[in-house]
Every structure is written in structure tokens, then in C-alpha cells.
């Protein structure tokens, strides 16, 4: 079975802080993704890579950047993290035009 | 822009009934269409991947078809079950692309 893990399940942290959320898959899939979700606004994307090292805005990057050093991590990072990043952070991971499979989400809460 | 669009938002149903849930998008130029299951607080399950050049996939108690000219997919649930109160939500990819564009999810209680 494929598993995308993701480092902490709940997470608070103070406005201005930087923030580093991990994930992990197992699968050696090619693209992986970082989706937030809101209630009455659904799954929105931020960010997906590819392949090591290359990434692409999704439709919300604005406050957020990623890392993609080895194949089966993706990292999320908030620079400086503000009250309206308080979200369910879900990461994802593919192969190419393939189902994506989904990791268990991290709930941020910025105070 | 693709757009998705599911309704009901919510749905209530006795147990062992059968239902249908439905998906619509704006953007017939899909690549593929994916049904996920989400339990409160967790995570997205993929449930069944219908790739567009399909017009249905089946896995156990689930079918899922496809439409691509109107836009339109459905899951069917056959004999439901209180354990498959979930929101289920569709998401489609587009032509050349991976990024899934997702409708706001369909909320399924089912009553015992």
C-alpha cells in the first residue's frame, strides 16, 4: 500500500514564526503536492513539484515556499506565519496521471 | 478555469438504501476524474480513478461513472451502510496537467 506520512498531526504556533511542515512518501512517485483545506472553500493547491528539485505555483503560493531535495520528500514552509495560515495542511503524492494518494493532514494553528 | 461542482452539499439516508452522488465540472478537457472518501479531521482516501477515455469504474458496493461531453460523473453506493457516512468528494485533472481541481465535497450521514 502507498503511505505519504506527515510529520505532526496538530501544530500551534505564534504568528511570525517559520514553520516546516514534512512529508514523506514511499511509493518513489514522481509528483507530490501541498493542499490546504477550509471549510466552505475546500482543497485548495499551493504548491506541487515533479521531480527533485523543481516546483510549480499552485493557485495559493502567496505566504508559502517548498523544498524537494530527495525524491520522497516535500516540504512545506511558512516564512513567517500569520493567523490566516490556520488551516488542515494535507500533502499528496502521484505518479504521473495516476491516482493520488493522500496523507493523514496536519491541523495548523497560528496564534 | 475548471470548475467543480457537487450537490447535494449534504444528504441523508436510511441504511441499506442505494444513492447516487453527483459531480459536475466546467472544462470537459479532463484528464482524469478521482472520488475520495474523508472522515472528520482526517485525511483524503482515494475511492475509485476513472481515466477519461472510461465511462465507469467499479470497486465493491462503489461505481463511479464518467461523462466527459456533459461534464458530468456519479458515484453509486449500493446498500449503504452507516460505516460509509463520510463526505465524498471529486476531484479532476486536466489535459497535461496533474494538478486536481476539487468540488466542495457531498456530506453522506447514514441513519441505522
Known amino acids: 500500500d502507498v503511505k505519504v506520512t506527515q510529520s505532526s498531526r496538530y501544530l500551534v504556533k505564534r504568528t511570525g514564526e517559520k514553520v516546516f511542515l514534512e512529508c514523506v512518501q514511499d511509493?518513489?512517485?514522481?509528483?507530490m503536492f501541498w493542499y490546504r483545506q477550509d471549510p466552505g472553500l475546500g482543497l485548495r493547491l499551493i504548491y506541487f513539484?515533479?521531480?527533485?528539485?523543481?516546483?510549480e505555483k499552485g493557485d495559493i503560493p502567496e505566504g508559502y515556499s517548498v523544498s524537494r531535495e530527495k525524491k520522497e520528500r516535500f516540504s512545506l514552509i511558512l516564512e513567517s506565519a500569520s493567523t490566516n495560515q490556520t488551516s488542515m495542511y494535507l500533502c499528496?503524492?502521484?505518479?504521473?496521471?495516476?491516482?493520488?494518494?493522500f496523507g493523514p493532514g496536519t491541523r495548523l494553528t497560528v496564534t | 478555469k475548471q470548475e467543480v461542482t457537487q450537490i447535494p452539499a449534504a444528504l441523508s439516508v436510511p441504511e441499506g438504501e442505494n444513492l447516487v452522488l453527483n459531480c459536475s465540472f466546467t472544462?470537459?478537457?479532463?484528464?482524469?476524474l478521482q472520488w475520495f472518501r474523508q472522515d472528520p479531521g482526517k485525511g483524503l482516501t482515494s475511492l475509485l480513478l476513472?481515466?477519461?477515455?472510461?465511462r465507469e469504474q467499479t470497486s465493491g458496493r462503489l461505481n463511479a461513472s464518467l461523462d466527459k461531453s456533459s461534464g458530468r460523473s456519479t458515484l453509486y453506493i449500493a446498500a449503504s451502510q452507516p460505516g460509509d457516512s463520510a463526505t465524498y468528494l471529486c476531484?479532476?485533472?486536466?489535459?497535461?496537467?496533474?494538478?486536481?481541481?476539487f468540488g466542495k465535497g457531498t456530506k453522506l450521514s447514514v441513519i441505522p
Open positions: 499528496a503524492s502521484s505518479s504521473s496521471g495516476q491516482e493520488q494518494y
Open positions: 511509493m518513489d512517485h514522481e509528483n
Open positions: 513539484s515533479y521531480d527533485v528539485k523543481m516546483k
Open positions: 472544462d470537459s478537457a479532463i484528464y482524469n
Open positions: 476513472i481515466q477519461s477515455s472510461q
Open positions: 476531484a479532476v485533472s486536466g489535459a497535461g496537467s496533474y494538478q486536481l481541481t
